[in-house]
């Protein structure tokens, strides 16, 4: 608390609680109510739509929901709206459980649809039951002030919960952040196939932030709906207040803790300066300048405003005194350099190959329409082997690598790893959980995070914690050489850099067998020498390896084993000089006849 | 005999729904984004009839002459100015762009034209004529020719003429077509012209039949995105039969159910659609995962 880091956010919001406490205008207290309950509500929009990038437009579902049913039992069953609102958290998780895994399944612009289609269901629905609801005639709440009833005489009282509300929503997003939650959430906005492929259930985490992020909606529509007293289905379930959650994030700020807060204190005053200066007079007028900046937002700052003032609030909070005694360290634990994350995951003596089969592959098919991708491929792999895997371009490589990481399921065969039957296990996250690790031809880094925070995620596939996981990142970075850009953004880097931070990514998650995917293409020769390297310290510290690649002194000094792959089917196995001479192999990839030139 | 009738009767709605849906899914399939101010579109076109009629006594299908290249420009003014900045921006924020813009017309339109029901009186929109027992309105005839007749020539044009094989190929892989030398932006902004076009035809013919107020088009638009949906995104033959099917749910629901929750029934269907079929009944599978970024 001593540093200005900490106390200057602190007293802000200790001047805003003095505030409410303290200010007796209606005007000032109404419009501190609608912020600080705005900010709530958008923030709990956030979680799912900022931190995980699922743009719900249907959020309205949610916060109607809340408010009829903490309402309902309020009006029709006497039952007090502070445990009323408890029931209303009830439904949104219900909801969110039924429309959460079918719609997950949709990305980008259908997921909105859908939302906005749900929202629309729930909103005739309201309507149509009015013998329930009271339709569109609208629900009056019965004005009897009481802490249980969440209603009161004082203006003050009210922005005082909608304060807590606030402040609770912000504390959860804070947490949400700083966890292993919203690492993942992060991970599967920027790259959800990657993200599976590092253990992260995508489905599962985007419903947890649903779950949350539904669950906080409906709590503040029941603060709302015990502000305003009256429900209306076209105003509670409308589309409007669905945009309005996610304009407000977006001019704070999308994906931060703290957005929804500052996007409140700037759009709902003008809100309701627009309305009530412009609205009064011109009837839409004041709706027309909202679209207006919500085009301009977009198209002007995507950021949000805190991409402009987060480097003035630091340069203040760097004028302002600091009461510690010493200069605080920057958090950075020296990364050890080979530590107690490597030692573990090493089960037998470095050198020593063991003889058990790590996987077997028996028979494997795989067809798309009428292209046979893989057909009737055979293999198996030593524990502590590195395997290479070479053959022309469409000979069902990549095929293959989708097959034993779960991308896709086989037609025909199965694999066993480790003595256990995976091929029908359809999930990359599973598979990684299991113990294998990809990487992808292309890379696919999580663009908008920093290189340790992108190895993060993949020691959270085992790791809980987010100190721990930040020592088994840093210990990995240590070890692919990568530390010294840990706090880069990973579009920032090299391509030579990307394609060690995919190993390292894959690495963190401490796999048995690794797949790795073309890492050398495109690189350097000096680049390959460094990735040959790695490739054997990473055998030597336990990973039995397989690997494709085109460069073929590198794939031949690797390998123990090569195995060719020609239009689908395994031409040949052998060591590398076996392969290099192997007349099949040789046509395979020049063609018949290929002597005479 | 009633069945039969309601069955015409949804089989003409579905006319008017198709109609609206074709411009929609003929800029989504090309040009990758999803226009929430489509329905603002319609709605511009009805005020355009509407004060064509009462100010210049002009009648609504001669005003379709103004309609159709108006919004076609209006269209590719769209295109330029708020969609080509974001072409490679994610997904998200051309929802964000084309709900504002949304917003912004139904409520330009709400100041300047306040929110009043105004209808034309044309006497020939009352006029029915009976066939074997079932009654014909003749302006939803029309309408439902119209819509046959527009998706036989667009499927045509894109057939046929340069102009649409470069769409029709911009559609199916656009890095194929940029690295073949197509201007990108150019068909681009055509597409968006041509989609804008049509609902601008689609308003001008429903006049006769729909009250003029400024939400009139986000009615219309959700029940776009059903029928876009349900026949697959970037489909005409689709959303064609999609909005034949929706008008068909829409007044067999109207009738057996109840008036008031037939658009639930197809939301539901939305829905259902969005989570079995994704592709809808023709498009190409795997299409909802495009235009995600």
Avoid at chain 1, 336 to 362: A, C, H, M, W, Y
Avoid at chain 1, 439 to 444: C, E, H
Avoid at chain 1, 453 to 480: P, Q, T, W, Y
Avoid at chain 1, 560 to 573: F, H, N, P, S, Y
Wanted: net charge positive; glycine share 10%.
């Amino acid at each position: 608390m001593r540093e200005p880091k900490a106390y200057f956010p602190f007293l802000l919001f200790l001047l805003l609680l003095l505030f409410i406490l303290l200010v007796d205008r209606p005007f000032y207290l109404n419009m501190i109510f609608m912020i600080l309950l705005f900010a709530g509500l958008s923030g709990a929009w956030n979680i799912l739509g900022g931190f995980g990038g699922q743009l719900s437009l249907g959020h309205s579902a949610f916060f109607g929901l809340g408010a009829y049913t903490s309402s309902l039992l309020f009006v029709k069953c006497g039952i007090p709206p502070i445990l009323g609102m408890f029931a209303g958290v009830g439904m949104a998780f219900a909801l969110a459980a039924v429309i959460g895994i079918p719609c997950f399944r949709l990305k980008g612009p259908f997921f909105s649809l859908a939302t906005i289609a749900i929202a629309e269901v729930l909103q005739l629905l309201a309507v149509y039951f009015k013998r329930i609801t009271e339709g569109s005639e609208g629900l009056s709440i019965p004005f009897r002030p009481s802490l249980y009833n969440l209603t009161f005489e004082s203006r003050n009282r009210y922005a005082l919960v909608a304060y807590c509300f606030a402040v609770f929503v912000l504390a959860i997003s804070y947490a949400i952040q700083r966890s292993r939650l919203g690492y993942q959430l992060a991970a599967l906005r920027d790259e959800d196939q990657a993200a599976e492929s590092l253990g992260v259930n995508t489905v599962w985490t985007k419903m947890a932030a649903l779950l949350i992020s539904g669950g906080l909606t409906a709590m503040g529509a029941t603060i709302f709906s015990q502000y305003i007293l009256f429900l209306e289905p076209h105003s509670e379930f409308s589309i409007d207040t669905s945009v309005n959650l996610a304009l407000i994030s977006m001019i704070g700020g999308l994906g931060t803790a703290i957005g929804p807060l500052i996007g409140s204190f700037l759009l709902i005053p003008l809100q309701e300066f627009l309305r009530t200066w412009i609205g009064g007079k011109y009837q839409g007028l004041h709706l027309v300048i909202y679209g207006g900046l919500l085009i301009a937002v977009v198209m002007f700052m995507p950021q949000g405003i805190i991409a402009f003032i987060s480097r003035k609030y630091e340069a203040l909070l760097s004028r302002l005194p600091s009461f510690s005694g010493r200069k605080a360290a920057p958090f950075a634990p020296a990364p050890p350099d080979i530590g107690p994350f490597f030692l573990q995951n090493r089960d037998f003596p470095q050198g020593r190959k063991e003889t058990s089969k790590i996987i077997e592959v028996q028979n494997l098919s795989k067809h798309f329409g009428g292209l046979k991708a893989i057909s009737h491929v055979s293999f198996s792999v030593q524990r502590g082997e590195i395997l290479g895997i070479i053959g022309p371009n469409g000979a069902g490589k990549t095929t293959l690598f989708n097959m034993l990481s779960g991308v896709y399921k086989p037609d025909q065969g199965y694999v066993n790893f480790q003595g256990r039957r995976i091929s029908g296990i359809n999930k990359s996250h599973a598979l990684c959980r299991a113990g294998i690790g990809r990487t992808y031809q292309l890379v696919k880094p999580f663009e908008n995070m920093s290189v340790l925070e992108n190895v993060m995620v993949g020691s959270f596939c085992h790791e809980r914690g987010r100190k721990k996981s930040m020592e088994i990142a840093l210990e990995v970075l240590n070890f692919v050489d990568l530390k010294n850009k840990k706090d880069m953004l990973a579009q920032e880097i090299t391509l030579a850099d990307k394609k060690r931070l995919e190993v390292a990514r894959v690495l963190a998650t401490r796999p048995q067998l690794l797949l790795l995917d073309e890492v050398m293409a495109g690189l350097t020769p000096v680049e390959v020498q460094e990735a040959t390297e790695l490739i054997l310290n990473i055998r030597d510290y336990g990973i039995t390896v397989i690997v494709i690649e085109h460069v073929m002194p590198a794939i031949m000094s690797l390998s123990d084993r090569v195995l060719v792959l020609a239009q689908g089917e395994k031409i040949t196995e052998g060591t590398s000089a076996e392969v290099v001479n192997d007349e099949r192999v040789i046509r395979a990839y020049l063609g018949e006849g290929h002597e005479l030139a | 005999m009633i069945f039969i009738q309601i069955l015409v009767n949804g089989l003409l709605l579905g006319g008017i729904y198709a109609l609206i849906s074709i411009g929609l899914t003929l800029i989504f399939g090309v040009v990758r984004v999803i226009n929430f101010a489509h329905g603002e579109f319609l709605m511009i076109s009805m005020y355009i009839s509407y004060y064509c009629y009462s100010l210049l006594g002009l009648n609504p299908y001669w005003s379709l002459l103004i309609n159709f290249p108006l919004m076609f420009v209006i269209g590719m003014g769209m295109d330029q100015i708020i969609i080509r900045p974001l072409r490679n921006a994610p997904a998200y924020m051309q929802v964000f762009a084309t709900v504002g813009l949304s917003i912004l017309l139904i409520n330009l339109v709400l100041f300047i034209f306040t929110g009043d029901y105004r209808a034309i009186d044309l006497p020939f929109a009352k006029k029915v004529v009976q066939v074997g027992g079932i009654y014909l309105n003749y302006p939803r005839l029309i309408i439902f020719s119209a819509t046959v007749l527009i998706t036989v020539l667009l499927y045509l044009f894109l057939k046929n003429t340069d102009i649409g094989k470069q769409i029709r190929a911009i559609a199916q892989n656009r890095t194929a077509a940029r690295l073949m030398g197509f201007k990108l932006n150019r068909i681009y902004m055509i597409t968006f012209g041509i989609g804008s076009g049509l609902v601008g035809i689609a308003g001008g013919l429903i006049t006769p039949v729909y009250y003029v107020y400024p939400t009139v088009g986000v009615y219309f638009v959700l029940t776009a995105f059903v029928v876009v949906v349900l026949g697959g995104m970037g489909n005409m033959i689709g959303a064609f039969l999609g909005g034949l099917i929706i008008g068909i749910v829409d007044s067999l629901s109207g009738y057996y159910i109840d008036p008031s929750l037939k658009e639930t029934v197809y939301y539901v269907i939305f829905v259902l659609v969005l989570i079995f079929r994704p592709s809808g009944l023709m498009g190409l599978v795997g299409a909802e995962e495009m235009g995600m970024k």
